[in-house]
Structure formats: C-alpha cells, structure tokens
C-alpha cells in the first residue's frame, strides 16, 4: 500500500481519470461525475490488421509510446490540472498481459506521483459501466447483455457492485467467432465491422444451425456455428463452386446476433425489469443495435444503448466503473498487478 490524499466519498462530482490498454487500443479518459470531459485514443488497430489479428508484443510496444501523450491529451482536453483529479482508474485485466502491464505501471507511478487514490478496474464490468454515461440517472436493477471479443454474456444488475451472472458462451465469444469467421471470408481484422460492411450486400440465405435458437436457458454456443461457416466455405471451394461471400457474413451475422436479442429478451422477463443495456465492442454492431432496439420497444423495455465508440474498448467506460469503485471505498495498492485472465462465473460478482 501507499499513502494518499483522504478522498471524499460523498463529493457530487469527482473527477476520475481513466486509462485502458488491454489489447491494441491506448486510451485515456477525463470524467465528472458521470459527464465525460475528455476522451482520447491512439490505436495500433492498422498495424495489426496487416497480421491478421492482434500480436501482442506489436501492441505492448505502441501502448508505450503512446501512452504519456495520450493521458497527457486527456486531462489537457478536459480543461483540468492534474491536481485536479480525484482518482485514477486503470484497467487491470482481462486482456494481453502486456499491454495491460503498460497501462497499470503507468497509472501506479502517475497515482504515486500525484498522491491520489489509485482504483483497479475490471475491463468486462467497465463494458457494463459505459452505460451509465449514455443515461446519467440510470440505476439498477437492469438486465445487460455483454458482448465482446473476450467474453459474452447476459447478467442481472442488482445494485451498481452486483451482477448475477445469467447466461454465457459455453465456448467462444461471439467477437472471437466474428473475427474467425472473417479470416474464413478474406475478410481483414477487426472481424466485426468488416463482416457488418460486407453483410449489407447480401442476404441471409445460407442454412445456419438453428441450435443457438430457444433452449440452453440464457446459455449460447458460438462453436457450432462457426464450424457451419468454415465447413460451408470449404465444401463450396473445394467442388470449385462459387458462392456469395456477402449472403454468408449476412446469414452467419443473423444466426450470431439474433441469439443474443431473443435471449436478452427472455432475461429481461425473467427478472421483471423494465430497463435493458448492452456493452461490448459486438455492440457497436448496428444490425445487433436495431434488432435490441427494435425488441425492447415491442416489449415496452427500456434500452440504454452506449454510443458506438463507447461499446469499443476506450478509456471514458474504465473512468466510469472507477467512479463506481471510487464510491464504495476501493482503492488499490502499488502491488497491484495485471491479470491476462478474469474468468466469468456462473456465482454472483460482487465488487472487482
């Protein structure tokens, strides 16, 4: 541990600087309360596409020369000085463990430095804490669904520090399908919005399996449905017959995304809420976007649906669970370290 200035839990508005590096994205983040005043991002994104997909040491290397200027552009951009902030909010995990390695280094030592509360964030209930910053009164409880490239999900919000975990992916998450599914295509990386490009000039009319849909409780399955892809795929190149690249990202993006309303959907009933979230780099996703939507006011729900640039890994979600950590009184030390892995359970998640 370290000593730093006695925070003032109850102040109205305190201002949390973020900082996320989990994967190829450096970010930092001003916040208020639950205003952003800042939000900058330098990716590495162009770099990795021409691998095929993240490389780690590629992206640890741009997370260190990046990451000064780019909370240095933050806290400038929100009009502050660096006396100013409350706490300092950093990623911990999950992600790449060396790029998160950069991110909470730098936020011990510019914590220590500054000697202001140092709060460790866990990067999936950042995701969920996006929220918030679309809807400043939202509270719980809600039923959110998470769907990103690590993990996929649907939980329970009980109170601002606890999620019940309600369903998840029994095998890959449904990013992780979307940038396998890419390659499989010729497709570059990030999967996700280059799959969505090419699915607007197709149709979906490829047979998908039908066991994502109804059934496994609030549970899904990406694995069989990638298979179907790949398999389809293959089986059509190696009878040397052509096919629509454009109906296969329109039918396997159906089969992934309308799993995740229906499912969601049921969740929402099932708990009697009335208000539904959605975070998760897949959430940016505007087929995903416009069937949620379109679900939740058949149903009379509520949805508080993060911009798109705040579903993708970014610095201003981390600020916002900090703010809710920062409130309940935890507070990291200099020990703290990176952790590549933050498992999801089926058990309650309380607190970090």
Avoid: W
């Avoid at 950042?126 to 918030?132: E, F, I, P, S, V």
């Avoid at 600020?319 to 370290?337: D, I, K, P, T």
Wanted: aromatic residues 8%; glycine residues 10%; proline residues 4%.
């Amino acid at each position: 541990m370290y000593l730093f200035s006695t925070p003032d839990l109850n102040k109205p508005s305190p201002i949390i600087l973020g900082i996320e590096s989990s994967c190829d994205e450096t970010a930092a983040a001003v916040i208020s309360g639950r205003k952003i005043l800042s939000d900058e991002i330098a990716s590495s994104a162009d770099i990795q596409s021409l691998y095929g997909g993240v490389v780690p040491e590629i992206a640890s290397r741009a997370h260190t020369d990046a990451i000064s200027a780019v909370v240095s552009r933050a806290v400038k951009n929100a009009g502050i000085n660096f006396e100013n902030i409350d706490a300092v909010a950093v990623t911990y995990g999950a992600g790449l463990l060396g790029a998160l390695l950069v991110g909470v280094s730098f936020a011990k030592a510019f914590s220590y430095a500054l000697g202001k509360p140092l709060v460790a964030v866990n990067h999936i209930r950042g995701h969920m804490a996006a929220a918030y910053l679309v809807e400043p009164t939202l509270r719980p409880p809600f039923v959110t669904l998470l769907a990103s490239g690590g993990h996929t999900a649907i939980l329970y919000a009980k109170t601002e520090s606890e999620f019940e975990i309600l369903g998840s992916t029994l095998d890959d998450a449904a990013g992780e399908a979307f940038d396998k599914v890419a390659r499989v295509l010729g497709l570059k990386y990030p999967g996700g919005p280059n799959i969505e490009r090419c699915a607007k000039d197709g149709t979906a009319n490829v047979p998908m399996p039908k066991m994502l849909k109804g059934g496994g409780g609030f549970d899904f399955s990406y694995s069989g449905l990638k298979t179907a892809v790949i398999n389809y795929c293959h089986t059509k190149e190696q009878k040397g017959e052509e096919y629509s690249k454009a109906d296969v990202a329109a039918s396997f993006q159906a089969a992934a995304l309308d799993v995740l309303v229906e499912k969601t959907i049921a969740a929402a009933k099932a708990k009697g809420v009335t208000t539904v979230t959605a975070g998760g780099g897949v959430a940016a996703n505007t087929y995903l976007r416009e069937h949620l939507s379109a679900a939740c006011k058949a149903n009379g729900f509520s949805l508080v649906l993060p911009e798109k640039r705040y579903c993708t890994d970014n610095a201003a979600m981390i600020a916002s669970e900090g703010l809710v950590q920062y409130r309940l009184g935890n507070f990291a030390g200099l020990e703290l370290n990176a952790k590549a892995s933050i498992p999801l359970s089926k058990s309650l998640v309380i607190g970090r």
